[in-house]
Protein backbone atom coordinates (compact mmCIF):
# COMPACT_ATOMS: atom_id res chain seq x y z
CA UNK A 1 0.00 0.00 0.00
CA UNK A 2 1.21 3.60 -0.73
CA UNK A 3 -0.15 5.92 1.01
CA UNK A 4 0.16 9.39 2.84
CA UNK A 5 -0.49 9.32 6.36
CA UNK A 6 -3.93 10.83 7.06
CA UNK A 7 -2.37 14.27 9.06
CA UNK A 8 0.10 14.80 5.93
CA UNK A 9 -2.93 14.15 3.77
CA UNK A 10 -4.36 16.73 5.35
CA UNK A 11 -1.81 19.07 5.41
CA UNK A 12 -1.14 18.53 1.59
CA UNK A 13 -4.44 19.11 0.66
CA UNK A 14 -5.14 22.21 2.99
CA UNK A 15 -1.69 23.59 1.36
CA UNK A 16 -3.24 23.03 -2.34
CA UNK A 17 -6.67 24.65 -1.17
CA UNK A 18 -5.45 27.83 -0.24
CA UNK A 19 -2.75 28.44 -3.04
CA UNK A 20 0.88 27.97 -3.42
CA UNK A 21 1.83 31.17 -2.98
CA UNK A 22 0.44 33.16 -0.21
CA UNK A 23 -0.30 36.99 0.13
CA UNK A 24 2.04 38.72 2.25
CA UNK A 25 -0.72 41.94 2.34
CA UNK A 26 1.69 44.56 1.72
CA UNK A 27 -0.43 46.83 -0.41
CA UNK A 28 -0.81 49.92 1.43
CA UNK A 29 0.24 52.64 -0.12
CA UNK A 30 3.55 54.68 1.97
CA UNK A 31 2.08 58.10 3.23
CA UNK A 32 5.59 59.03 1.40
CA UNK A 33 7.91 57.59 -0.42
CA UNK A 34 12.04 57.03 -1.11
CA UNK A 35 12.29 53.80 1.06
CA UNK A 36 10.33 50.62 2.89
CA UNK A 37 11.90 48.95 6.30
CA UNK A 38 11.14 44.90 5.69
CA UNK A 39 11.57 42.36 8.52
CA UNK A 40 11.09 38.74 7.73
CA UNK A 41 9.74 36.05 10.75
CA UNK A 42 9.05 32.66 10.62
CA UNK A 43 5.04 32.55 11.48
CA UNK A 44 5.27 30.00 14.68
CA UNK A 45 8.87 31.30 16.18
CA UNK A 46 7.91 35.27 15.39
CA UNK A 47 11.91 34.64 15.20
CA UNK A 48 13.60 36.72 12.32
CA UNK A 49 14.46 34.66 9.47
CA UNK A 50 16.99 34.91 6.74
CA UNK A 51 15.31 34.60 3.20
CA UNK A 52 15.63 35.12 -0.71
CA UNK A 53 13.68 38.02 -2.29
CA UNK A 54 12.70 38.58 -5.84
CA UNK A 55 11.86 42.41 -6.55
CA UNK A 56 10.41 43.47 -9.65
CA UNK A 57 9.36 47.23 -10.23
CA UNK A 58 6.07 48.30 -12.85
CA UNK A 59 8.35 47.58 -16.15
CA UNK A 60 8.92 43.85 -14.83
CA UNK A 61 12.61 44.71 -14.24
CA UNK A 62 14.49 42.81 -11.61
CA UNK A 63 15.83 45.34 -8.56
CA UNK A 64 19.26 45.36 -7.13
CA UNK A 65 19.40 46.87 -3.35
CA UNK A 66 22.73 48.57 -2.71
CA UNK A 67 24.44 46.36 -0.32
CA UNK A 68 22.26 43.25 -0.81
CA UNK A 69 24.27 39.97 -1.81
CA UNK A 70 22.65 39.72 -5.24
CA UNK A 71 22.46 37.13 -7.91
CA UNK A 72 20.35 37.88 -11.56
CA UNK A 73 17.47 38.68 -9.93
CA UNK A 74 17.63 38.21 -6.40
CA UNK A 75 18.67 38.56 -3.03
CA UNK A 76 19.53 38.03 0.51
CA UNK A 77 17.37 39.55 2.94
CA UNK A 78 19.07 38.63 6.17
CA UNK A 79 16.25 38.61 8.60
CA UNK A 80 15.64 42.46 7.48
CA UNK A 81 16.00 44.96 5.03
CA UNK A 82 15.67 48.94 4.11
CA UNK A 83 14.89 49.13 0.65
CA UNK A 84 15.54 52.80 -0.34
CA UNK A 85 13.38 52.76 -3.92
CA UNK A 86 12.11 54.80 -6.43
CA UNK A 87 8.65 55.99 -6.74
CA UNK A 88 6.51 53.67 -8.19
CA UNK A 89 4.51 49.95 -7.60
CA UNK A 90 6.70 47.02 -6.97
CA UNK A 91 5.83 43.09 -6.83
CA UNK A 92 7.90 41.20 -4.71
CA UNK A 93 8.16 36.85 -3.94
CA UNK A 94 10.07 35.74 -0.80
CA UNK A 95 10.94 32.03 -0.41
CA UNK A 96 13.29 30.18 2.21
CA UNK A 97 14.15 27.29 0.10
CA UNK A 98 11.72 24.30 -0.26
CA UNK A 99 10.39 23.87 3.12
CA UNK A 100 8.13 27.44 3.66
CA UNK A 101 5.68 28.73 1.59
CA UNK A 102 6.01 31.15 -0.97
CA UNK A 103 5.34 34.87 0.00
CA UNK A 104 4.25 37.32 -2.54
CA UNK A 105 2.53 40.86 -3.04
CA UNK A 106 2.61 44.22 -4.02
CA UNK A 107 3.99 47.16 -2.49
CA UNK A 108 3.64 50.99 -3.35
CA UNK A 109 6.21 53.77 -3.12
CA UNK A 110 5.12 57.68 -3.24
CA UNK A 111 7.56 60.79 -2.74
CA UNK A 112 8.92 60.57 0.20
CA UNK A 113 7.79 57.69 2.10
CA UNK A 114 8.93 55.85 4.80
CA UNK A 115 6.99 53.04 6.27
CA UNK A 116 8.08 49.05 7.25
CA UNK A 117 6.48 45.63 7.79
CA UNK A 118 7.00 42.44 9.00
CA UNK A 119 6.14 39.46 6.74
CA UNK A 120 5.90 36.50 8.27
CA UNK A 121 7.02 32.76 6.57
CA UNK A 122 5.11 29.67 7.07
CA UNK A 123 7.28 27.00 7.21
CA UNK A 124 5.18 23.52 6.38
CA UNK A 125 7.39 21.16 7.02
CA UNK A 126 10.64 20.42 8.85
CA UNK A 127 13.01 18.04 7.11
CA UNK A 128 16.18 17.80 9.33
CA UNK A 129 13.33 17.24 12.39
CA UNK A 130 12.73 14.13 10.51
CA UNK A 131 16.36 13.33 9.40
CA UNK A 132 17.02 14.78 6.02
CA UNK A 133 19.50 16.80 5.31
CA UNK A 134 19.62 19.23 1.93
CA UNK A 135 22.74 20.07 0.25
CA UNK A 136 23.05 21.60 -3.46
CA UNK A 137 26.14 19.61 -5.77
CA UNK A 138 26.87 22.85 -8.04
CA UNK A 139 27.16 26.22 -6.44
CA UNK A 140 29.74 28.77 -7.95
CA UNK A 141 28.92 31.75 -4.86
CA UNK A 142 31.49 33.90 -2.81
CA UNK A 143 32.84 32.00 0.10
CA UNK A 144 32.30 34.88 2.03
CA UNK A 145 28.67 34.86 0.74
CA UNK A 146 27.58 31.20 1.72
CA UNK A 147 26.63 31.60 5.64
CA UNK A 148 23.83 33.90 4.40
CA UNK A 149 23.03 32.57 1.41
CA UNK A 150 22.87 29.04 2.66
CA UNK A 151 20.40 30.63 5.41
CA UNK A 152 18.16 31.84 3.20
CA UNK A 153 17.78 29.25 0.90
CA UNK A 154 17.58 26.58 4.16
CA UNK A 155 20.45 24.39 3.03
CA UNK A 156 22.71 22.37 5.22
CA UNK A 157 25.87 21.30 2.97
CA UNK A 158 27.48 22.91 0.00
CA UNK A 159 30.59 22.07 -1.33
CA UNK A 160 31.47 25.31 -3.29
CA UNK A 161 33.39 24.96 -6.37
CA UNK A 162 36.13 26.96 -6.45
CA UNK A 163 38.92 26.18 -9.19
CA UNK A 164 38.06 25.00 -12.21
CA UNK A 165 40.76 23.53 -15.17
CA UNK A 166 43.94 24.96 -13.37
CA UNK A 167 42.17 28.95 -13.16
CA UNK A 168 41.15 29.13 -9.72
CA UNK A 169 38.03 31.21 -9.19
CA UNK A 170 38.62 34.53 -8.31
CA UNK A 171 35.57 34.48 -5.75
CA UNK A 172 37.10 32.08 -3.40
CA UNK A 173 40.60 33.96 -2.86
CA UNK A 174 43.74 32.57 -1.60
CA UNK A 175 44.40 28.93 -0.75
CA UNK A 176 42.60 28.26 2.99
CA UNK A 177 44.44 26.10 5.52
CA UNK A 178 40.87 24.94 6.77
CA UNK A 179 38.69 24.70 4.07
CA UNK A 180 35.44 23.18 5.78
CA UNK A 181 33.62 25.85 7.58
CA UNK A 182 30.81 24.64 10.45
CA UNK A 183 28.06 27.22 11.48
CA UNK A 184 25.41 28.01 12.68
CA UNK A 185 25.47 24.43 14.66
CA UNK A 186 24.51 21.81 11.85
CA UNK A 187 25.38 23.55 8.22
CA UNK A 188 28.71 24.02 6.70
CA UNK A 189 30.43 24.29 3.18
CA UNK A 190 33.86 23.30 2.05
CA UNK A 191 35.93 26.15 -0.07
CA UNK A 192 38.02 23.78 -2.15
CA UNK A 193 35.53 21.82 -4.12
CA UNK A 194 36.44 21.95 -7.80
CA UNK A 195 35.50 20.91 -11.61
CA UNK A 196 36.99 20.10 -15.17
CA UNK A 197 35.73 20.42 -18.23
CA UNK A 198 36.62 18.95 -21.60
CA UNK A 199 34.97 17.57 -24.83
CA UNK A 200 33.86 14.90 -22.57
CA UNK A 201 31.83 16.61 -20.04
CA UNK A 202 32.30 17.77 -16.79
CA UNK A 203 33.36 15.99 -13.12
CA UNK A 204 33.27 17.86 -10.14
CA UNK A 205 35.43 17.28 -7.01
CA UNK A 206 34.08 17.10 -3.37
CA UNK A 207 36.44 17.46 -0.42
CA UNK A 208 40.15 17.89 -1.23
CA UNK A 209 42.34 19.73 1.25
CA UNK A 210 43.54 21.62 -1.77
CA UNK A 211 43.03 22.33 -5.34
CA UNK A 212 44.85 20.08 -8.19
CA UNK A 213 46.71 21.66 -10.51
CA UNK A 214 45.00 21.17 -13.94
CA UNK A 215 46.13 21.54 -17.15
CA UNK A 216 44.66 24.22 -18.95
CA UNK A 217 41.92 23.54 -20.98
CA UNK A 218 42.27 20.82 -23.86
CA UNK A 219 39.16 19.39 -25.72
CA UNK A 220 40.44 15.80 -24.99
CA UNK A 221 44.25 15.30 -24.09
CA UNK A 222 44.87 14.06 -21.19
CA UNK A 223 41.43 12.56 -20.45
CA UNK A 224 39.71 13.56 -17.12
CA UNK A 225 39.80 10.47 -15.66
CA UNK A 226 43.15 11.13 -15.38
CA UNK A 227 42.75 14.32 -13.05
CA UNK A 228 40.00 11.99 -10.81
CA UNK A 229 42.48 9.48 -10.40
CA UNK A 230 44.73 11.72 -9.04
CA UNK A 231 41.46 13.49 -7.36
CA UNK A 232 41.03 9.93 -5.49
CA UNK A 233 45.04 9.31 -4.70
CA UNK A 234 44.79 12.49 -2.87
CA UNK A 235 42.60 11.57 -0.42
CA UNK A 236 40.13 8.80 0.50
CA UNK A 237 36.85 10.84 1.42
CA UNK A 238 37.17 12.57 -1.85
CA UNK A 239 33.47 12.43 -3.68
CA UNK A 240 33.32 12.68 -7.54
CA UNK A 241 29.98 14.12 -9.05
CA UNK A 242 29.02 13.52 -12.91
CA UNK A 243 26.61 16.37 -12.91
CA UNK A 244 24.69 15.95 -15.92
CA UNK A 245 23.80 12.26 -16.41
CA UNK A 246 24.30 12.93 -20.25
CA UNK A 247 27.74 13.75 -20.40
CA UNK A 248 29.48 11.73 -23.55
CA UNK A 249 32.41 10.56 -21.33
CA UNK A 250 30.25 9.48 -18.61
CA UNK A 251 30.49 5.94 -19.40
CA UNK A 252 34.03 6.03 -19.48
CA UNK A 253 34.65 7.63 -15.88
CA UNK A 254 31.70 4.67 -14.48
CA UNK A 255 34.15 2.29 -16.00
CA UNK A 256 37.01 3.68 -14.40
CA UNK A 257 35.39 3.72 -11.15
CA UNK A 258 35.69 7.27 -10.69
CA UNK A 259 32.34 8.55 -9.88
CA UNK A 260 30.21 8.44 -6.94
CA UNK A 261 27.21 9.78 -7.86
CA UNK A 262 25.40 11.35 -11.17
CA UNK A 263 23.32 14.22 -11.58
CA UNK A 264 19.76 13.94 -12.64
CA UNK A 265 18.47 17.53 -11.91
CA UNK A 266 21.10 20.03 -13.50
CA UNK A 267 21.29 23.27 -14.16
CA UNK A 268 19.52 23.06 -17.19
CA UNK A 269 16.43 22.79 -14.69
CA UNK A 270 15.13 26.57 -13.83
CA UNK A 271 13.40 28.25 -11.33
CA UNK A 272 11.64 30.24 -14.16
CA UNK A 273 12.78 28.18 -17.61
CA UNK A 274 14.46 25.00 -18.18
CA UNK A 275 16.63 24.47 -20.96
CA UNK A 276 15.85 21.42 -23.37
CA UNK A 277 19.37 20.81 -24.79
CA UNK A 278 22.25 19.19 -23.32
CA UNK A 279 25.21 21.47 -24.76
CA UNK A 280 28.77 21.21 -25.27
CA UNK A 281 30.01 18.31 -23.62
CA UNK A 282 27.31 16.47 -23.69
CA UNK A 283 25.23 13.93 -25.73
CA UNK A 284 21.88 15.35 -27.06
CA UNK A 285 18.27 13.55 -26.68
CA UNK A 286 16.58 12.21 -29.44
CA UNK A 287 14.10 14.64 -30.45
CA UNK A 288 11.75 12.05 -31.51
CA UNK A 289 12.21 9.78 -29.14
CA UNK A 290 11.77 12.84 -26.19
CA UNK A 291 9.47 14.78 -28.09
CA UNK A 292 8.27 17.80 -25.39
CA UNK A 293 9.57 20.21 -23.78
CA UNK A 294 11.15 18.18 -20.53
CA UNK A 295 13.05 15.99 -23.27
CA UNK A 296 16.53 16.74 -22.17
CA UNK A 297 15.08 16.37 -18.36
CA UNK A 298 13.76 12.66 -19.04
CA UNK A 299 16.77 11.95 -21.19
CA UNK A 300 18.64 12.29 -17.82
CA UNK A 301 16.96 10.57 -15.59
CA UNK A 302 16.39 7.97 -18.10
CA UNK A 303 20.23 7.46 -18.78
CA UNK A 304 20.21 7.08 -15.12
CA UNK A 305 18.01 4.48 -14.64
CA UNK A 306 20.26 2.53 -17.56
CA UNK A 307 23.14 2.41 -14.75
CA UNK A 308 20.81 1.37 -12.32
CA UNK A 309 20.00 -1.76 -14.90
CA UNK A 310 22.89 -2.48 -15.31
CA UNK A 311 23.27 -3.76 -11.29
CA UNK A 312 25.11 -0.51 -10.63
CA UNK A 313 24.30 1.27 -7.10
CA UNK A 314 25.41 4.96 -8.02
CA UNK A 315 23.37 7.61 -5.89
CA UNK A 316 21.70 10.55 -8.05
CA UNK A 317 22.67 13.84 -7.31
CA UNK A 318 21.15 17.40 -7.75
CA UNK A 319 22.74 20.90 -8.28
CA UNK A 320 21.22 24.46 -8.78
CA UNK A 321 24.21 26.02 -10.86
CA UNK A 322 24.28 29.49 -9.54
CA UNK A 323 27.09 31.54 -10.06
CA UNK A 324 26.59 30.43 -13.48
CA UNK A 325 23.16 30.41 -14.08
CA UNK A 326 20.02 32.56 -12.47
CA UNK A 327 19.11 30.08 -10.14
CA UNK A 328 18.89 30.44 -6.84
CA UNK A 329 21.55 28.35 -4.82
CA UNK A 330 19.34 25.09 -3.56
CA UNK A 331 17.26 25.22 -6.52
CA UNK A 332 17.71 21.65 -7.33
CA UNK A 333 18.77 20.15 -4.25
CA UNK A 334 19.39 16.65 -3.09
CA UNK A 335 18.33 15.73 1.01
CA UNK A 336 20.24 12.64 2.62
CA UNK A 337 18.68 10.76 5.24
CA UNK A 338 20.89 10.46 8.72
CA UNK A 339 19.79 8.22 11.96
CA UNK A 340 22.62 9.90 13.32
CA UNK A 341 23.98 13.54 13.98
CA UNK A 342 24.67 15.41 10.79
CA UNK A 343 28.06 16.29 9.91
CA UNK A 344 30.04 16.41 6.41
CA UNK A 345 31.38 12.98 6.92
CA UNK A 346 27.83 11.28 8.07
CA UNK A 347 26.05 12.83 5.27
CA UNK A 348 28.23 11.41 3.02
CA UNK A 349 27.87 7.81 3.98
CA UNK A 350 24.46 8.64 3.80
CA UNK A 351 24.61 9.76 0.32
CA UNK A 352 26.94 6.59 -0.62
CA UNK A 353 24.04 4.61 0.55
CA UNK A 354 21.69 6.02 -1.46
CA UNK A 355 19.40 7.29 1.25
CA UNK A 356 18.77 10.31 -1.00
CA UNK A 357 16.26 12.39 -2.58
CA UNK A 358 16.46 14.70 -5.35
CA UNK A 359 13.77 17.50 -6.13
CA UNK A 360 12.97 20.92 -7.09
CA UNK A 361 9.71 21.24 -4.97
CA UNK A 362 7.99 17.85 -4.09
CA UNK A 363 9.50 16.22 -0.48
CA UNK A 364 8.76 12.99 -0.85
CA UNK A 365 9.83 10.45 2.04
CA UNK A 366 9.09 6.70 1.24
CA UNK A 367 9.24 4.42 3.91
CA UNK A 368 8.99 0.21 2.48
CA UNK A 369 9.35 -1.51 5.61
CA UNK A 370 10.55 0.96 7.94
CA UNK A 371 13.60 1.16 4.98
CA UNK A 372 14.75 4.51 3.63
CA UNK A 373 15.68 4.39 0.03
CA UNK A 374 18.85 2.87 -0.85
CA UNK A 375 17.96 -0.40 1.05
CA UNK A 376 18.64 -3.84 -0.82
CA UNK A 377 16.36 -6.45 0.23
CA UNK A 378 17.58 -9.68 -0.21
CA UNK A 379 15.79 -12.95 -0.55
CA UNK A 380 16.64 -16.31 -0.99
CA UNK A 381 16.02 -18.01 -4.67
CA UNK A 382 12.74 -19.19 -5.89
CA UNK A 383 11.36 -16.49 -3.33
CA UNK A 384 8.40 -14.19 -4.10
CA UNK A 385 7.76 -11.02 -2.09
CA UNK A 386 4.83 -7.75 -2.16
CA UNK A 387 6.14 -4.57 -1.09
CA UNK A 388 3.92 -2.02 0.43
CA UNK A 389 5.19 1.12 -0.28
CA UNK A 390 4.57 4.13 2.68
CA UNK A 391 4.88 7.55 1.36
CA UNK A 392 4.49 11.29 3.01
CA UNK A 393 4.40 13.93 0.19
CA UNK A 394 4.59 17.79 1.33
CA UNK A 395 4.34 20.30 -1.14
CA UNK A 396 3.75 24.05 -2.11
CA UNK A 397 2.76 23.00 -5.33
CA UNK A 398 0.20 21.30 -7.17
CA UNK A 399 1.62 17.52 -7.49
CA UNK A 400 0.27 16.23 -11.37
CA UNK A 401 0.86 12.97 -10.84
CA UNK A 402 2.63 9.90 -9.13
CA UNK A 403 4.74 7.18 -10.69
CA UNK A 404 6.80 4.09 -9.38
CA UNK A 405 9.10 3.32 -11.69
CA UNK A 406 10.45 -0.17 -11.49
CA UNK A 407 13.10 -1.63 -13.42
CA UNK A 408 13.29 1.24 -15.70
CA UNK A 409 9.81 1.06 -16.66
CA UNK A 410 6.80 2.81 -14.88
CA UNK A 411 4.75 0.50 -13.00
CA UNK A 412 1.77 2.99 -11.42
CA UNK A 413 0.92 6.31 -13.18
CA UNK A 414 -1.31 7.71 -10.72
CA UNK A 415 -2.77 11.65 -10.71
CA UNK A 416 -3.06 13.10 -7.26
CA UNK A 417 -7.14 13.22 -7.15
CA UNK A 418 -6.97 9.64 -8.04
CA UNK A 419 -4.62 9.01 -4.91
CA UNK A 420 -6.57 11.20 -2.71
CA UNK A 421 -9.96 9.10 -4.22
CA UNK A 422 -8.26 5.85 -3.54
CA UNK A 423 -7.24 6.87 0.23
CA UNK A 424 -3.60 7.25 -0.57
CA UNK A 425 -3.66 3.16 -2.18
CA UNK A 426 -1.65 1.70 -4.52
CA UNK A 427 -1.67 -1.51 -5.63
CA UNK A 428 1.93 -3.21 -4.17
CA UNK A 429 4.97 -4.29 -5.66
CA UNK A 430 5.27 -7.92 -6.30
CA UNK A 431 8.67 -9.19 -7.11
CA UNK A 432 9.86 -13.07 -8.23
CA UNK A 433 13.12 -12.07 -9.32
CA UNK A 434 15.90 -9.52 -8.73
CA UNK A 435 15.02 -5.80 -9.47
CA UNK A 436 14.87 -2.46 -8.34
CA UNK A 437 12.21 0.36 -8.05
CA UNK A 438 12.14 3.88 -7.09
CA UNK A 439 9.01 7.04 -6.32
CA UNK A 440 9.04 10.35 -8.73
CA UNK A 441 6.59 12.70 -8.31
CA UNK A 442 6.32 15.50 -10.67
CA UNK A 443 4.29 18.83 -10.25
CA UNK A 444 1.86 20.68 -12.97
CA UNK A 445 3.88 23.52 -13.76
CA UNK A 446 4.43 23.96 -17.46
CA UNK A 447 7.17 26.11 -17.76
CA UNK A 448 9.94 24.24 -16.19
CA UNK A 449 10.43 20.23 -15.00
CA UNK A 450 9.73 20.71 -11.26
CA UNK A 451 9.74 17.14 -9.53
CA UNK A 452 11.00 15.42 -6.67
CA UNK A 453 12.34 11.40 -7.09
CA UNK A 454 13.94 9.01 -4.68
CA UNK A 455 16.90 6.78 -4.97
CA UNK A 456 16.41 3.65 -5.73
CA UNK A 457 15.30 0.48 -3.42
CA UNK A 458 16.97 -2.80 -4.76
CA UNK A 459 15.62 -6.33 -4.45
CA UNK A 460 17.78 -9.12 -5.42
CA UNK A 461 16.32 -12.68 -5.07
CA UNK A 462 19.19 -15.10 -5.53
CA UNK A 463 22.74 -13.85 -5.54
CA UNK A 464 22.72 -11.82 -8.26
CA UNK A 465 21.36 -8.38 -8.71
CA UNK A 466 19.33 -7.74 -11.88
CA UNK A 467 21.50 -6.72 -15.09
CA UNK A 468 19.85 -5.67 -17.84
CA UNK A 469 21.45 -6.87 -21.59
CA UNK A 470 19.70 -4.17 -23.20
CA UNK A 471 21.26 -1.79 -20.94
CA UNK A 472 24.92 -2.81 -20.77
CA UNK A 473 24.62 -2.45 -24.95
CA UNK A 474 23.70 1.11 -24.45
CA UNK A 475 26.60 2.30 -23.03
CA UNK A 476 28.80 -0.33 -25.53
CA UNK A 477 27.05 1.28 -28.23
CA UNK A 478 27.99 5.08 -26.26
CA UNK A 479 31.50 4.17 -25.70
CA UNK A 480 31.78 2.93 -29.78
CA UNK A 481 30.31 6.09 -30.98
CA UNK A 482 32.21 8.52 -28.26
CA UNK A 483 35.51 6.36 -29.12
CA UNK A 484 34.84 7.01 -33.03
CA UNK A 485 34.37 10.73 -33.17
CA UNK A 486 38.29 11.58 -30.74
CA UNK A 487 39.85 14.28 -32.98
CA UNK A 488 43.87 13.65 -31.95
CA UNK A 489 47.07 12.63 -33.23
CA UNK A 490 49.37 9.81 -32.86
CA UNK A 491 50.69 9.25 -29.92
CA UNK A 492 48.26 10.94 -28.10
CA UNK A 493 45.35 9.34 -29.72
CA UNK A 494 46.86 5.63 -29.11
CA UNK A 495 46.78 6.42 -24.94
CA UNK A 496 43.18 7.89 -25.47
CA UNK A 497 41.97 4.81 -27.75
CA UNK A 498 43.41 2.52 -25.36
CA UNK A 499 40.86 4.20 -22.11
CA UNK A 500 38.18 3.59 -24.29
CA UNK A 501 38.83 0.21 -25.01
CA UNK A 502 39.09 -0.80 -21.57
CA UNK A 503 35.85 0.62 -20.86
CA UNK A 504 34.12 -1.06 -23.32
CA UNK A 505 35.72 -4.14 -21.73
CA UNK A 506 34.22 -3.19 -18.28
CA UNK A 507 30.36 -2.64 -20.18
CA UNK A 508 31.02 -6.30 -22.10
CA UNK A 509 31.63 -7.87 -18.83
CA UNK A 510 28.53 -6.57 -17.31
CA UNK A 511 26.58 -7.98 -20.68
CA UNK A 512 28.01 -11.41 -20.28
CA UNK A 513 26.36 -11.66 -16.63
CA UNK A 514 23.12 -10.36 -17.96
CA UNK A 515 20.23 -11.88 -16.40
CA UNK A 516 17.37 -9.74 -17.73
CA UNK A 517 16.35 -8.44 -21.09
Request: glycine share 8%; hydrophobic share 40%; proline share 6%.
Amino acid sequence: MMHISSQMLRKTLAILAVGLIASAGLTATCLGGGQFDISVVDRDTKLPIYARMHLKNAQGKSVKPPGAIYWQDHFVVPGHILLKLPKGVYHFELECGLEYLIRSGNFKIDEGADDSQIVDMKRFVDMSKEGWWSADFFVRRPAKDLPDLMLADDLHLVPNIGWWNAKQNPLVGPPDKQPLKLFDKNRCYHTFAGGESRAGGTALIFNLPQPLELPEFAPEYPSIVSTLHRAKQADPHVWIDAPDAYAWDLPLWIAAGKVDSVGIANSHLGRAAMTNAEGPGNRPHDAKAYADARGSARWAEDIYFQLLECGLRIPPSAGSGTGVVANPIGYNRLYVKLDGEFNERNWFEGLRAGRVLVTNGPLIRPDVEGQPPGHVFEFAAGDTHEFEIGLTLSTREKIDYLEIVRDGQVEHHVRLDEFVGKQGKLPPLKFTRSGWFLIRAVTENQTTHRFGETAAYFVQIGDQPRISRQAAQFFIDWIKARAGNIQLESPQREEISNLYAKATNFWQAILVKANAE
